[in-house]
């Protein structure tokens, strides 16, 4: 079963504006990390914020996680056309050796 | 530096032919390996891992098998393809251990006509 859903499914918006998705997991989590899909590609990694962090920052990518509400948000500033791609999110539950990936979030920037 | 290498990009096959998908690690030694299989704009389903040679984890009851013959390569196969499973599928890799992060091969998108 799915461990990490996506929120939105699918979000546009226009070159230069903020783009914010969001994640949320089932169970108890060592990490959680991001990935981006471009179209018939294979995913790349963005960041991992670990389970005792509650905020990350990577250029132009902000990570927070609140294991409380076990949920995570990434955030993207002043986006660019080259930004238009999948994006999706993978948590490591306490005791599997492997990452649950979420059905992911298909951005589109507009220019 | 570490490289991955999964072939073919794509595969058109008739129902009940047989499939054999081969991904291959280059620059790093005892990998953890894995192929998930993504259908059309949905997320990632992971089929196997594997933490070592001869090492095969299912985690999805399916028509198809894995196999680690060396320690750097990871085949994908199936004795007769079903339409069900067409599909986008992908190869990676990681070191294992805390904070492990996946790098992917380029994928093969596969369709069973």
């Known amino acids: 079963s799915q461990q990490g859903e996506e929120d939105p499914q699918a979000l546009s918006i226009q070159e230069g504006e903020n783009a914010t998705m969001n994640c949320s997991y089932k169970t108890s989590i060592n990490n959680l990390q991001w990935y981006r899909q471009n179209s018939g590609r294979g995913l790349v990694h963005l960041i991992l914020i670990r389970s005792n962090e509650r905020e990350k920052h990577s250029g132009r990518l902000r990570v927070t996680l609140d294991t409380s509400k076990k949920s995570s948000s990434l955030l993207i500033t002043a986006s660019r056309a080259a930004d238009t791609a999948s994006y999706f999110c993978a948590t490591d539950p306490q005791g599997a050796q492997k990452l649950v990936f979420g059905q992911g979030t298909r951005l589109t920037i507009n220019p | 530096s570490q490289t991955i290498h999964q072939w073919p990009a794509t595969l058109v096959q008739p129902v009940g032919s047989p499939l054999s998908l081969e991904c291959t690690v280059e620059g790093t030694s005892n990998p953890n390996l894995y192929w998930y299989r993504q259908a059309a704009g949905r997320g990632l389903q992971l089929l196997f891992y594997s933490v070592g040679i001869g090492q095969i984890s299912s985690e999805v009851p399916q028509n198809l098998s894995a196999s680690r013959p060396q320690d750097r390569q990871f085949i994908l196969s199936s004795k007769k393809l079903l339409l069900s499973d067409s599909g986008f599928y992908l190869c990676?890799?990681?070191?294992?251990?805390?904070?492990?992060?996946?790098?992917f091969g380029s994928g093969t998108q596969l369709s069973v006509l």
């Open positions: 990676a890799w990681s070191v294992g251990g805390a904070d492990e992060k996946l790098f």
